[in-house]
């Protein structure tokens, strides 16, 4: 390839990547494949003459993705993917691999699989009732019989932002349980520490059999936790890794569903630090939704939750939910959660003293015990909450919602 200056470069992108749609239109995905490595050779070229910046790690996202894609083609070839190798691809190795190992990185896959939703119901989820009104709409959309002649299309790809322990992770659970979805739960940077240099294959892998498992009209949900993870602009081997796991990602989620037929895989993302997903990513996800701190009446309805599941008995004359969550501002689902089991575990040592001495009395003692309780009451949680400091500073809590404002108004990332 001959030497071109950068704005050159940008152009020959541009005409690979046009030339790589229109080939892949017409179906001839080998030709598209090749299209997409020479984008991805100029794109090398082009990062060889940046500077450090956030644009030069942008365009080496874009190399990734550009690679990837040429390899999804290739294995979408109708042919023997495992033996066909790219055209000038001087990582051809990296197409060739033998049955053995594709076996192996499935039963890793396998392994991804999560049965948590099953456990998980819409109503184990305090407050968030327009949220969850608009997920059953949306994810009813993307279910439900579509009339002849329209196209409606629900959500795909959303992504949850916000502080940790506010229910993000229980949202995603709640939708795939509902929709009966077979659940992968993928923590990025464990993939990446396990599988090093694999996690591009490893995330083809992955889609592919969550698209098998939709076989029987079931939708797959792939969740993917601390996606800001894959987006870090450190240096090292580490990023290039999460780099290749993003570009994978992102040319799996991108348009390769099959024209006119639903694509029942759906992806979730989750995040602490949605500042840190760069303009690729967020252009993915159809919807970015802020999972924030807990409103004073959604606390009260999760002490409820969190009390009520677990049985304990509460002195409703004494104890007020409401007067709980006025006392608990900026706490989040987790920290409620915590503070609820805390406070369940001082009432059970006050029961239940004997406990110790029961033990060393041997087996049969112990068993025979039955363990005491009384009912809670407000003031069992004002010695608890004396001193307490919110996970959550009031300057992280406006981050987010600062951020979301500036995504939508054009500004942010
Ligand atoms: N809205 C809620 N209602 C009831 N319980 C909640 C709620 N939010 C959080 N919790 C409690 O906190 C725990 C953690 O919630 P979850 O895992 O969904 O948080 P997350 O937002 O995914 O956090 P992270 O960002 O750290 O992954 C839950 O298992 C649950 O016990
Ligand atoms: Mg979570």
Redesign the pocket.
């Known amino acids: 390839m001959s030497s071109q200056g950068p704005d050159a470069l940008q152009r020959s992108i541009d005409r690979m990547l046009t030339e790589a749609n229109t080939r892949m239109a017409v179906g001839k995905n080998e030709e598209a494949s090749r299209s997409y490595h020479k984008a991805a050779q100029f794109t090398e070229q082009l990062i060889d003459m940046l500077e450090e910046s956030d644009a030069r790690r942008a365009w080496s996202v874009r190399a990734a993705e550009y690679k990837q894609r040429a390899r999804t083609l290739i294995s979408k070839g109708g042919m023997d993917s495992k033996r066909v190798k790219p055209v000038e691809d001087h990582e051809a190795d990296d197409v060739a691999f033998s049955d053995e190992e594709a076996d192996a990185l499935e039963q890793q896959i396998l392994l991804l699989i999560d049965d948590t939703p099953s456990r998980v119901d819409w109503e ?5 009732g327009a949220l969850k009104n608009e997920l059953k709409f949306h994810y009813g959309l993307a279910m439900a019989k579509v009339p002849d002649g329209i196209e409606v299309e629900g959500w795909n790809n959303i992504m949850f932002y ?1 502080p ?7 949202l995603a659970c709640a939708v795939a349980n509902k929709l009966s979805a077979t659940f992968f739960n993928v923590k990025a940077s464990q993939i990446v520490s396990k599988w090093v240099g694999e996690s591009g294959r490893l995330i083809s892998t992955l889609y592919r059999v969550a698209r098998k498992f939709t076989r029987d009209g079931r939708p797959s949900i792939i969740f993917i ?1 601390e996606f800001d993870a894959l987006c870090k602009s450190r240096g090292g081997e580490g990023q290039l890794y999460h780099q290749q796991m993003l570009a994978a990602i992102l040319s799996e989620i991108d348009g390769f569903a099959q024209k006119g037929k639903r694509d029942l895989v759906m992806t979730i993302g ?1 995040t ?1 630090r949605p500042w840190d997903l760069d303009a690729a990513v967020l252009s993915r996800f159809e919807r970015r939704i802020l ?1 924030d701190l ?1 409103c004073t009446e ?1 606390r009260a309805d ?1 002490f409820r ?2 009390l009520e599941s677990k049985g304990i008995p509460v002195d409703h004359r004494s104890l007020s939910y409401a007067r709980l969550a006025e006392e608990t501002e900026r706490l ?3 920290e409620i ?1 915590r503070l609820c089991k805390e406070v369940t575990a001082d009432m059970l040592g006050e029961m239940n003293p004997d406990i110790p001495a029961l033990v060393d009395a041997g087996l049969k003692r112990i068993q025979d015990y039955e363990i005491k309780v009384r009912a809670l009451k407000q003031g069992d949680f004002s010695a608890a909450l004396e001193g307490l400091v919110p996970d959550t500073s009031e300057a992280d809590a406006h981050h987010y919602a600062d951020w979301g404002k500036a995504v939508s108004d054009g500004k942010g990332a």
């Open positions: 184990a989820i305090g407050g968030l916000g940790p322990g506010t229910g993000k992770t229980l936790d989750a602490n999972i807990p959604a999760i939750i969190h989040t689902g987790r959660a």
